[in-house]
């Protein structure tokens, strides 16, 4: 066994967080302040007390406020890909069941996102916006695509409308309709706007067999 005297401050470096750890608990902090209250809303000066820690630390692992945001972003669609996937294996259990289990999953994830956030990146962080839209038709064109296609090859999708058409109209739709403007003119949340969507579109594409499942 070792006896050599421990260094006082050796268990403080052992406890001490590595540098993914605390970039990650940056990246945590930051989408919950930014979901909730907006990008334009939290500064950096209000992240950097929440988190305990310096803004020169704070900088230290991100560069700027939009540096930051596109971490919380690609944060926010890893899990939501991670999440889907997870969906996407249980594709066995059926159309109906597999469609419930990707809406909710879906849902869960817009829930997290307030208005002011949409609304705030659009006007501060366009290209940040841009990259939520790129995302977003990825993430509708991978999942709606595969179990459109399922719901096809099962007789609960109409096979006389191509999948690509039914999946273009749906991210045309969503692309008009799902932006802070349209939303506010509408009065609805972004959630609410997508799954009407996707609830319209879907019912078009659904056959008499697929309804009875449903």
Known sequence: MDDRPTHPNENRRKAAPSGNSARQRIIT???RHF???GFKGVTTDDLATALGMSKKTLYAHFPSKTALLEAVLLDKFREVNADLSGVAVGASLGFAASLQ???ACMQRHMEEIQPPFIRDIRREAPDMFK???TRRAEIIQR????LLSEGRRTGLIRKDVPVNFILEILLEAVQAIVNPQRM???G???KQGLFMIIKIVLE???TEKGRQKL
Do not use: S
């Open 35 to 37: 979901f909730a209250h």
């Open 188 to 190: 609805l949340m972004p």
């Open 131 to 133: 990259l939520v839209e």
């Open 29 to 31: 902090d930051a989408r």
């Open 143 to 146: 999942y709606f695509g595969k």
């Open 204 to 206: 078009g594409a659904i």
């Open 184 to 186: 506010e003119e509408l």
């Open 101 to 103: 289990q990707l809406l």
